[in-house]
């Protein structure tokens, strides 16, 4: 009898370092392409990856590259990765833009979907400025496409999902959500379909004591947050509120053109500044952040060396697993609140 507890005591002491080696390896490895990807789009060669510029246009197909080695399809019916559109600039000038969007099939017979990704653009160069003039943009927000591709790569280690995943880098939304909003307006899947989702924005430079604590937008607009909030927990990451209500962050990323298809601005004002509640059709999209108010934002010196790769690639390994523990028939429902009325489309 000694012999066989032994014997199993040896089986069990082999097998465990094995799975946390392997669990340890597939982590580094995942740690090691984001700090290559965030090297990349925080390079001072990418000029702060301005919309329309030549080294934006190099990141698109940095992009479609990314997507393919992923293994991220193109959606039902399309050829590419690419959405192109015709931005506006600050000063009324046009640029020449695109999106980058594919999908991960659920394997499942769940024909919805479910939205992840961030901005890949920033706000370029100013001469003008003594010292370093290029805003490279590492946390904002190169950090949030590096975060939805590790999220997509991790994604891809589950046998099925409850809903199939869109995958999406919007351009222009330096200059004004233009990319995300090009595509609600001109969708490739119908937005009837769309569940839910979020977008990375600010994710790379938590507080020290912050570190596993990230926070979203609208959280009290629908189940979404509830819903993450809980399943994030189990894989040992805190989900706040929104940083601070009175900042107005669920009207200024990528989701808000998704959450109000059909508010226009003066809507949305009287919404936020509490004069009265407005009707909206809108599918429940919200942003994740882990920035707390740090000075790096729309600086210089917001550069690769701030992120903190370890923390990024947790929240998007952390993320993973939520949403593939969700049940097929999760739906994602708009809450009654003070200020909107929402619909679905």
């Known amino acids: 009898m000694k012999s066989i507890i032994l014997n199993l005591l040896v089986l069990i002491g082999l097998g465990t370092p094995s799975v946390t080696l392997a669990s340890e390896k597939s982590e580094n490895k995942d740690n090691q392409l984001a700090q290559q990807w965030i090297n990349y789009l925080a390079h001072d060669d990418r000029q702060g990856r301005l919309t329309g510029s030549e080294e934006n246009l190099e990141v698109q197909d940095w992009l479609v590259e990314r997507f393919k080695e992923l293994g991220i399809k193109t959606l ?6 690419r959405q192109p559109f015709t931005a506006t600039d600050r000063q009324g000038e046009p640029r020449q833009a695109a999106n980058i969007i594919g999908y991960i099939p659920c394997q499942c017979e769940n024909d919805r979907y479910f939205m992840i990704g961030a901005h890949y653009d920033h706000v370029g160069t100013n001469p003008k400025l003594d010292g370093d003039t290029i805003f490279n943009g590492a946390d904002d927000d190169a950090s949030g496409v590096v975060a939805t591709l590790v999220l997509a790569k991790s994604l891809q280690q589950y046998d099925s999902l409850p809903f199939n995943i869109i995958v999406a880098a919007w351009d222009a939304e330096e200059m004004g959500l233009q990319g995300s909003d090009y595509f609600a307006n001109n969708p490739w899947v119908e937005l009837s379909k769309i569940e839910s989702g ?15 604590s990230a926070w979203m937008t609208g959280d009290q607009y629908s189940s979404l947050y509830p819903v993450l909030k809980d399943a994030l927990g189990k894989q040992g990451w805190e989900l706040d509120p929104v940083l601070d209500p009175k900042m107005g962050l669920f009207f200024r990323s990528d989701n808000a053109p998704f959450a109000l298809l059909d508010a226009g601005s003066d809507a949305i004002k009287k919404a936020f500044e509490g004069k009265g509640k407005v009707s909206v ?14 000075g790096h934002y729309h600086q210089t010196h917001d550069e690769a060396e701030l992120i903190n790769i370890p923390n990024l690639v947790s929240l998007a390994q952390a993320l993973a697993a939520a949403l593939s523990e969700l049940p097929q028939d999760t739906k994602i429902n708009w809450h009654d609140n003070p200020q909107f009325e929402f619909s679905r489309p």
């Open 76 to 81: 039902p019916g399309k050829d590419t990765y």
């Open 198 to 212: 979020f977008m990375f924005e600010l994710v790379g430079v938590p507080l020290e004591d912050k570190l596993n």
């Open 281 to 294: 059709t809108g599918i429940p999209m919200h942003a994740i952040s882990v920035w707390r108010g740090q």
